[in-house]
């Protein structure tokens, strides 16, 4: 097939792979767009989960008769213009990808107008080009977007659509997490034709917790603790549930500059510092809004944008740490004698993996921290012509002048710094040591695929993958077949066609084609094998050879083998650990 330009249409559908997953992503990207047009009511309107039609109303700035046809155009927005706009980005949306998208699977009208208007217009695309008509319509200043019949032109895209009360609910909930960030915006839900949901603006302080009651329900706000912390450029306020209120509601909610999130190392941080608090399966309760400066964050980094990237990802890290641990121990910290009353809290000591508190520093001598931008994302910055891992720790040195952390018999230790290819420099209170994080790696791979683990259990593909097998391959499967289903590995075979149904988390992401035929091989030539073998198998296959370790991984590596894996700091395995001894590097310097 030769090399051509794609239709518009395809185009347009191919990109409306990421963009438009289900119901809920259209209204996601709608209300967005409404929210940047400077919505104070949006009216959101749903027949059959969504799948019929999706209607949302909205009393913003609207958008002017010359610009309507573009609006439908693919990469046209009006939210950038430059790559400086790129990197500092304030609107919810702006890739330009959405309304192009939408209208390549739907049948799309937009219907608007501004203040400046007369009258309002109205635009939808059709035919293969996606010409756009327009004509002139009645409606108020705003915009409405009219989505019927969501992948009626894409019929494999719809089999994938789940119940309407399924779809439905997650329509409700991108609307909770939405209105959770704009309490000056009201929200009014309608399904199949009845009123479901209601949340008025709110515009006093003294009003948030009942808007909050209404989002997050009573038994939430029951058990809120209030988080303000500023430092620098960097902001965060919401709540956090006192877990020793008891069991705790399945609320998490996390923001950055007001866009909803679900980032690994915000909701990292946040356990952390809850960690000593909760028992058995609890888990945190939160809703928490991070206030970063938008040069220090880049939300370009996912298709959903869920995830963002910070520059300077470990003092983030930490400065969310400190605010939320700050609060919960304050909230069971004991009351101060008589004449104590004028000692405030102090800062609670920061978390071994990261080193020095730096939140309880003066705001000008910790802000001055941000430095240089670091292309791994780490805080941590050697000073300006440092090259080597030597010069890299006086350079953390000097950051961190001062008295070494206090020992934590729970935690190898701060990070100092990386040494190449793939060792963490760290220290406690026992001195320094080198910490290999490819075996730290492979050993909670190992963990996690230990049966009786929460990791552990089964997940159903999305497509059950079919496969042939070979003689030895079948053979080894009717062996050990009851052993991978312990596992969480579901395969069913007939004479040589098998069919694998499903898998444990660490491997949802694997090659499961070449994975599961090789698995089996290595079964066949085994005359026995336990559990833990398996495991050691997979973990080893598993390794990544190319990661390219950063300051704030490692962390996140060693802070998860801390949790999972907390007889290692005690009793560390082979290869994962070595004490460094500086008496005779000490004696080879001293010439005197």
Known sequence: MPIQVLPPQLANQ???????????????????????????????????????????????????????????????????????????????????????????????????????????????????????TLKPAAHPVGTTADVVDLFYNTPARRKFMRTEKTEFTHIDEVIRRIALARFDVTFILQHNGKTVRQYRAVSQQSQHLRRLGGLCGP????????????????????????????????????????????????????????????????????????????????????????????????????????????????????????????????APENRQASGRNHFSLPAGEASSLWGARQPDGDNDA???????????????????????????PHSFGRVVTLVAPCYALVESASGLALLSLPVAERGLTERQLTPCTEQLRAQPLLIPLRMTLRDEEAAALKRYQPLLQEMGITLQAHLHQAILNAVPLPLRQQNLQNLIPDLLGYLHGETSVTHHQVAVWLARRLQHESVVWSHSRAIQLIAEVERLCPQWVKAPPDGLLVTLNFEAAIKALNHD
């Open 382 to 408: 050697p000073h300006a012509g440092a090259a080597s891992s030597s010069s890299a720790v006086m350079g953390e040195a000097s950051v961190s002048a001062g008295p070494a952390v206090a020992g934590n």
């Open 14 to 132: 191919i990109a409306a792979g990421e963009v438009v997953e289900r119901p809920a992503s259209v209204v996601k990207e709608l209300l967005e767009n409404s929210l940047d047009a400077g919505a104070t009511r949006i009216e959101i309107d749903i027949e059959r989960g969504g799948a019929k039609r999706i209607r949302i109303r909205d009393n913003g700035s609207g958008i002017a008769k010359e610009e309507l046809a573009l609006a439908l155009a693919r990469h046209a927005t009006s939210k950038i213009a430059s790559l400086d706009d790129l990197e500092s980005i304030t609107s919810m949306g702006f890739r330009g990808e959405a309304l192009a998208s939408v209208s390549s699977v739907s049948r799309l009208t937009l219907t608007s107008r501004t203040a400046a208007q007369s009258e309002a217009w109205q635009a939808y695309a059709e035919g293969r080009e996606l010409a756009v």
């Open 219 to 346: 038994a939430f706000v029951a058990r809120a603790l209030g988080v303000s912390w500023q430092h620098g450029d960097l902001a965060i306020h919401g709540w956090v549930a006192d877990p020793a209120a008891g069991e705790l509601p399945e609320i998490q909610y996390s923001y950055v500059n007001r866009r909803t999130m679900r980032d690994k190392l915000i909701n990292h941080a946040i356990r952390q510092a809850y960690q000593d608090q909760l028992a058995g399966t609890q888990q945190p309760a939160f809703v928490l809004f991070l206030n970063v400066d938008p040069h220090q964050v880049d939300v370009n980094v996912h298709p959903a944008k869920h995830e963002v990237r910070f520059h300077q990802a470990r003092l983030v890290h930490d400065f969310i740490y400190q605010a939320v641990v700050t609060v919960l121990q304050q909230s069971t910290a004991p009351r101060l004698p008589i004449g104590d009353e004028g000692a405030g809290p102090s």
